[in-house]
């Protein structure tokens, strides 16, 4: 249980192109997501935090212009990467947590990651 | 001082040997404790987790988290190369902050 499918899995595209990337909470509702970036070698660095129905939360220097995130029902975010240039690729990765209706923080179930070049 | 400490020294043992991972923390607010295994090109999966002090065992894998001298550990028995990867440790308070807090990642390599 607790899968999380993420797609596209590998893109490459031009420079001044939107990407969209999807990632959607296949077997539980997840009322929240995460949107994280990963640079070769290191650790995850959270970039937002999505909430079903509202605004995304942006972490202090991810541009919300930049990265347009949708939270538009229980199982999907989308993360838009809007006008990409070669200093947008990375390792994108979601995750989301089962919603257990207690209040409480649950582990957090990641999805496979989306590598994005931009030329 | 880091919330979540984790020395990223790459480690690289024989087959069969056992991996010894830790992590120390300083927010004492903490009270799930994750490991994370992640493969080179994909996303973290949750390996093991840990709600408060104790042992959990699972296989191969026990995990342990000692609240009185905020200390986690991740030991691997018997360790196969299907292990190599890099170990994450995470943690999260109960209630509240929902940020998962990251070590930095210790990446094993299983020597056949």
């Known amino acids: 249980g607790a899968v999380v499918s993420q797609h596209p899995s590998w893109v490459i595209c031009k420079s001044g192109t939107s990407v969209k990337i999807e990632c959607r909470s296949l077997?539980?509702?997840?009322?929240?997501m995460f949107w994280y970036r990963q640079f070769p070698k290191q650790s995850l660095m959270l970039m937002a935090t999505s909430n079903e129905g509202s605004k995304a939360t942006y972490e202090q220097g991810v541009e919300k212009d930049k990265f347009l995130i949708n939270h538009a029902s229980l199982t999907l975010s989308t993360l838009t990467v809007t006008s990409a240039h070669p200093e947008d690729s990375s390792f994108y990765i979601c995750?989301?947590?089962?919603?257990?209706?207690?209040?409480?923080?649950?582990?957090?179930?990641f999805g496979d990651g989306t590598r994005l070049s931009i030329l | 001082q880091k919330e979540v400490e984790q020395d990223p020294g790459p480690l690289s043992v024989p087959e069969g040997a056992i991996v010894s991972l830790n992590c120390t923390y300083s927010n004492s607010a903490f009270q799930y404790f994750m490991w994370y295994r992640q493969y080179s090109r994909k996303g973290p999966e949750l390996l093991m987790y840990?709600?408060?002090?104790g042992n959990k065992e699972d296989g191969r894998f026990t995990a342990q988290v000692d609240k009185s001298s905020k200390y986690i550990s991740l030991f691997i028995r018997d360790s196969q190369p299907s292990d190599s990867a890099t170990y994450l440790c995470a943690m999260l308070p109960y209630y509240g902050n929902n940020r998962l807090a990251f070590g930095k990642g210790n990446q094993v390599v299983v020597i056949p």
């Open positions: 995750s989301a947590n089962v919603d257990r209706g207690s209040g409480g923080n649950q582990p957090q179930h």
């Open positions: 077997d539980f509702q997840a009322t929240t």
């Open positions: 840990t709600y408060s002090s």
